[in-house]
């Protein structure tokens, strides 16, 4: 009987101990049922290259997991565990990031950040042209390109991607000078522009955008002056001056790259305002030589023309027929212009003047 009585009393010693037990557990559930994350927080890590990445990383104190909720477009939240980082790419913009951390009970925090991402100003703008003005550009942190040729009124840029080459463009034969123009875009606001005054004929030297570059060879001197004799066929202001000077080579002369190739669509005929001072250099010989074509034909030394000085004092104009030269093919491209002057003899200190070098019919 006695013992019976304390097996009884084991057994409800334990009832209540195991009662306690549970009691408490309870309670401990419950206040773990409110418990929370504390200081959500993010990391904004904003790529530079106009890329729009940014690497996102949340924070919070007691977050078992987040979800980041981009604010841009239609794309589905990120689930990441803490210390973990997402990405998504933006385009140029103000956007509102939301953090939702989710606590070991589950209950769940949210906050949101402002995020603005500003595109870089492309660098380095580079842009090369070919004969046959094929146009190619290259920039850091340029996305793609607009390509405007300047020969039209109102002209809607052309777009050309990374690494492209637009094909040959054709200017018109209305003159210029023409300013061909490249703009670099980041791919949002931000943009980078290289302009060129490009140099083909007619050739007046009264632009001072234009570059009138004429490299020389056999001593000889070529330089853009004030207009020695403003009257009759030429009042403009400024002038070439071309001098072949004491003992300069037979073969002296200027050569003169340029931008917009010299079309013989547009015409075959070159004329030219020349002002020659001394008497004595009537009879002498102006050259007029095209080199370089475009596609090679023909080649060098064939669209050669040669024209006297018929007087001295005034402004005349000499005319160079290149329709007389069966060896030029129609439609042929120039990309060179060659001065020479009294290529059958030495210099003796001779000046001219020229002016106005045009093509024509």
């Not at 004429?214 to 009042?235: E, I, Q, Y």
Request: aromatic content about 10%.
């Amino acid at each position: 009987m006695k013992k019976i009585k304390s097996i009884f009393s084991f057994v409800l010693l334990l009832a209540v101990t195991i009662s306690c037990t549970v009691e408490g557990i309870n309670k401990d559930i419950d206040l773990l049922g409110t418990d929370s994350s504390a200081n959500v927080n993010k990391i904004f890590d904003i790529s530079t290259d106009n890329s729009g990445i940014v690497k996102i990383t949340p924070t919070a104190d007691g977050a078992t997991s987040f979800q980041v909720v981009y604010g841009e477009g239609t794309e589905l939240p990120a689930t990441i565990a803490p210390g973990a980082s997402t990405t998504h790419a933006y385009p140029e913009g103000k956007y509102t990031v939301k953090i939702i951390a989710t606590s070991i009970s589950g209950v769940k925090t949210e906050q949101t950040f402002p995020l603005e991402v500003v595109y870089r100003v492309p660098e380095k703008l580079k842009v090369t042209t070919s004969w046959e003005m094929k146009v190619k550009a290259e920039a850091l942190y340029a996305k793609s390109f607009l390509v405007y040729y300047g020969d039209v009124a109102n002209e809607v840029g052309t777009p050309m991607a990374i690494d492209q080459e637009l094909p040959a463009h054709t200017y018109p034969a209305t003159g210029g000078p023409f300013v061909l123009k490249v703009i670099a875009q980041s791919g949002g606001a931000a943009t980078a522009q290289w302009t060129k005054t490009l140099f083909g004929l007619p050739i007046d030297f009264e632009s001072g955008a234009v570059d009138y570059f004429f490299g020389t060879f056999g001593d000889v001197t070529f330089s853009k002056v004030a207009n020695p004799n403003a009257a009759g066929l030429n009042t403009s202001a400024t002038v070439a001056k071309y001098t072949k000077p004491v003992g300069a080579a037979t073969w002296s002369g200027t050569y003169s790259p340029l931008n917009i190739p010299v079309n013989f669509t547009y015409g075959k005929k070159i004329k030219v305002l020349a002002y020659n001072p001394n008497p004595v250099n009537i009879g002498k010989k102006l050259n007029i030589e095209f080199e370089w074509a475009v596609d090679g034909a023909p080649g060098n030394g064939i669209a050669v023309l040669k024209a006297p000085f018929a007087t001295s004092g005034a402004w005349e104009e000499i005319v160079f027929d290149y329709g007389t030269i069966s060896g030029i093919p129609a439609g042929a491209k120039f990309t060179q212009l060659v001065l020479r002057y009294n290529d059958s003899d030495s210099g003796v200190g001779e000046v001219i003047y020229l002016d106005n070098i045009r093509l024509t019919n």
